[in-house]
């Protein structure tokens, strides 16, 4: 495919679309009824669609019977830990072999023209950031993604978290599971502003920060303090009535749905003139500017927030004003608290 065709090339050779990120069309007044019903597919399709077959497949073929979970045992626990590396490593790794070893799409679509590979830092284990990322995830993210979905389950077991059948509350659980990525969204956006407060930059979300060319490896390449908190989105079911497969679906939504944000391509080519939507640029500005789009434009928070940043020149000006204003109350507090002669 031509990626000129949907975007631009700078004198470096970085790709950018030409379209606007736009916010999710629900929060328009008046409402907008043709934007939404434009905009659906895309919530479903793709990858909100997998992650939720995937908790189906996990919660058939995978998780133990109840009776089992009424106890931890390293057994299933093992069990739990075992697939989920596998299949960390099968989705992942499928995306980092065909974009980043074999570069099958070269630098089409690719934000950031270089590839991790070819620029080695210390900054990374082994000076290697595909390396660096890959033992990340597999040292504490897969374990700890882990670790709360043996807890939540065990406490549905244990009948600890209100579980709600299907077979009774087919409506219920149906909206609900429409909301596990709003509910994602809110709960990613507001431990995203956490975790950027100073002190927690410096000692925890500064290793995610390394990545600044993210690569599917990023994704999980996290603090374990990060870990914890992001993977936390699971415990939500153990407060709000929901099923175990609604909540493996809000975990699932997590750790598998980090892919696309750190794919850094916009578009997957899938044919000579097809291409899937990795929608990933929202959060590659993140990456690339540190201090905008918190979340993903689900729920408008960046924008109330005054942290929204749609890849256009007007969001560049706003963020160098924002960060020149930042600076200018940084110097004033500097000053206040300088030496008194």
Do not use: C
Not at 18 to 30: D, G, K, L, M, W
Not at 131 to 147: E, K, Q, S, Y
Not at 315 to 338: H, L, N, P, Y
């Amino acid at each position: 495919m031509d990626d000129l065709q949907f975007g631009m090339r700078d004198k470096r050779g970085n790709w950018k679309p030409t379209a606007r990120i736009e916010i999710a069309p629900f929060y328009q007044i008046p409402p907008n009824i043709r934007s939404i019903i434009k905009w659906l597919p895309g919530y479903f399709l793709p990858w909100n669609l997998f992650f939720a077959i995937s908790a189906v497949a996990y919660w058939a073929w995978i998780v133990p019977p109840v009776e089992t979970l009424k106890t931890f045992a390293w057994g299933w626990i093992f069990k739990l830990w075992l697939v989920n590396t596998i299949s960390v490593i099968l989705f992942y790794g499928a995306f980092e072999l065909r974009l980043y070893l074999r570069r099958a799409q070269g630098t089409r679509f690719k934000f950031n023209h270089k590839f991790p590979a070819d620029t080695p830092s210390n900054i990374f284990w082994f000076s290697k950031q595909n390396i660096d990322n890959f033992l990340r995830g597999m040292l504490t993210g897969v374990p700890i993604w882990t670790a709360v979905q043996g807890i939540v389950l065990w406490a549905y077991a244990n009948e600890l978290a209100p579980w709600l059948s299907i077979a009774e509350s087919p409506v219920y659980l149906f909206m609900l599971a429409l909301l596990v990525p709003v509910i994602h969204e809110i709960h990613f956006f507001y431990i995203h502003r956490l975790i950027h407060t100073p002190f927690l930059y410096k000692h925890v979300h500064s290793v995610h920060h390394n990545s600044i060319n993210p690569s599917p490896w990023s994704s999980l390449a996290m603090h374990p303090v990060e870990h914890m908190l992001y993977f936390s989105t699971m415990f939500y079911h153990l407060i709000i009535p929901s099923n175990p497969i609604i909540a493996l679906y809000q975990l699932h939504y997590a750790g598998f749905g980090a892919v696309p944000g750190h794919i850094g391509f916009d578009k997957i080519e899938v044919g000579k003139n097809s291409a899937v939507d990795s929608h990933a640029y929202t959060h590659y500005l993140h990456h690339k500017y540190f201090e905008v789009n918190y979340g993903d434009g689900l729920v408008p928070l960046d924008k109330i927030f005054g942290t929204w940043h749609d890849g256009s020149k007007e969001s560049d000006e706003i963020m160098k004003e924002r960060f020149r204003k930042k600076q200018e109350r940084a110097s004033a507090r500097k000053t206040r608290s300088g030496p008194v002669a």
